[in-house]
Antibody, heavy 118, light 107 residues
Framework: EVQLVQSGAEVKKPGESLRISCKSSGYKFTSYWISWVRQMPGKGLEWMARIDPSDSYTTYSPSFQGHVTISVDKSINTAYLQWSSLRASDSAIFYC???????????WGQGTPVTVSS | DIQMTQSPSSLSASVGDRVTITCRASQGISKYLAWYQQKPGNVPQLLIYAVSTLQSGVPSRFSGSGSGTDFTLTISSLQPEDVATYYCQKYNSAPLTFGGGTKVEIK
């Protein structure tokens, strides 16, 4: 059974750094791209970036390029989304999703709520 | 980059009604169009991929159609459990843009 389990809710201050995780199981981790999706409070889904776990090749949405970094650790089947300096506007729920056999987002993590407030 | 425009942004319909949501791409995206359902407080779920292929377990009252730039999600007979926000997404190449969403409510 394919599962994506994300790290728990975070509360941070502006300017702080953060890394959230997405641990995959039930499939060959290096075979399928993983994406990150943002959902701000009461708003729609926004695709942020994707990574090929086999070689860590990344593609970013222009809206997020330079503000976030995605990475993987193949040894533990885990993908990461990180910020070096959070802003209040980064408060949102962040989902990971795997582009599985259908090439669309067939499986999703449960979401990680991030609150950035002074 | 290709933009995905959904309409309407919200709708209210009666149980049993036929509901249609449209999604327009600013350029052709071939068959790489998916629809997702997000119920309030829940994780999005894949409904349809490749324009018209129903994901396993999705009720047959859901269907997708279209080609090129214009696509449609249809619920043939709206049920109370279909209250949700529906998103289209292009996934042929990055950026994997979502539409703005359509909120479906029961009248």
């Amino acid at each position: 059974e394919v599962q994506l389990v994300q790290s728990g809710a975070e509360v941070k201050k502006p300017g702080e750094s953060l890394r959230i995780s997405c641990k995959s199981s039930g499939y060959k981790f290096t075979s399928y791209w993983i994406s990150w999706v943002r959902q701000m409070p009461g708003k729609g889904l926004e695709w942020m970036a994707r990574i090929d776990p086999s070689d860590s090749y990344t593609t970013y949405s222009p809206s997020f390029q330079g503000h976030v970094t995605i990475s993987v650790d193949k040894s533990i089947n885990t993908a990461y989304l990180q910020w070096s300096s959070l802003r209040a506007s980064d408060s949102a729920i962040f989902y990971c999703a795997v582009e599985y056999s259908t090439l669309s987002f067939e499986y999703w993590g449960q979401g990680t709520p991030v609150t950035v407030s002074s | 980059d290709i933009q995905m425009t959904q309409s309407p942004s919200s709708l209210s319909a009666s149980v049993g009604d036929r509901v249609t949501i449209t999604c327009r791409a600013s350029q052709g995206i071939s068959k790489y169009l998916a629809w997702y359902q997000q119920k309030p407080g829940n994780v999005p779920q894949l409904l349809i991929y490749a324009v018209s292929t129903l994901q396993s377990g999705v009720p047959s009252r859901f269907s997708g159609s279209g080609s090129g730039t214009d696509f449609t999600l249809t619920i043939s007979s709206l049920q109370p459990e279909d209250v949700a926000t529906y998103y289209c997404q292009k996934y042929n190449s990055a950026p994997l843009t979502f539409g703005g969403g359509t909120k479906v409510e029961i009248k």
